[in-house]
């Protein structure tokens, strides 16, 4: 159930709510954009120093345009992150009559570090050892964290810490692309999809039928 929750909340919630906003977005850019380069183009013919801030003007509100698409991109990574994590913590609930709580299990490494010793520790599930490269599950975290926190070196740490970071532009700025984003559901799908499959050999009713 958590997986396939997950799935429909990532490509016919989060997805579609990408989408739909983005495009948006590129409209109204769009129409702002033609009509600026109208204006530039009268402007420059009556005044050199009008059309010039009015081409600066453009700049400005295209640097806006840029912000808000990845305001879009952050909100977007934040939504995959949480359901994510909620789907992992609901799972291993599925284990608390058989594998009970003996915690802490914090590292004081974030929740994803918190629930990865956790389920090393009581389930001996590696999440190193899924189909899906674990540092493309930690690269959702730290591009959320570089999205949603832009002002304390979390932009940074993820571009140092991953290797080829598809959350970011050709400038090393945080951005997030519909390729991007697909690419991480995807990963997440198959991670989680892992997950839930190796708690149900662990679980009461495989213990059972033993």
């Not at 806006?64 to 934040?78: I, M, T, W």
């Not at 299990?105 to 994803?112: E, I, N, P, V």
């Not at 590696?126 to 832009?150: C, M």
């Amino acid at each position: 159930m958590q997986s396939a929750d997950f799935s429909i909340t990532a490509k016919n919630v989060i997805l579609k709510v990408f989408d739909s906003a983005i495009n948006a977005l590129d409209e109204e850019w769009k129409r702002e954009s033609e009509n600026y380069d109208k204006a530039i183009a009268d402007a420059y013919r009556v005044d050199e120093s009008e059309g010039s801030y009015l081409s600066q003007e453009r700049d400005w509100e295209g640097d806006l345009y840029r912000q808000r698409k990845q305001g879009v991109g952050a909100l977007s990574l934040d939504w995959l992150m949480c359901s994510l994590q909620g789907a992992l913590h609901s799972a291993k609930k599925y284990l608390d009559s058989t594998h009970p709580a003996k915690g802490p299990y914090y590292r004081k490494r974030g929740w994803l570090g918190e629930v990865t010793d956790e389920y090393q520790q009581r389930f001996a599930i590696d999440f190193t050892k899924g189909p899906v490269s674990f540092e493309r599950i930690q690269e959702l975290v730290l591009a959320r964290n570089a999205g949603i926190h832009r002002d304390d070196g979390n932009l940074d740490a993820y571009i140092t810490t991953i290797d080829k970071p598809k959350f970011v532009d050709g400038e090393d700025r945080f951005f997030v692309t519909k390729d991007a984003l697909v690419s991480s559901i995807q990963d997440c799908e198959q991670f989680l999809k892992w997950v839930v499959s190796e708690i149900e050999i662990l679980g009461p009713s495989r213990k059972r039928s033993k």
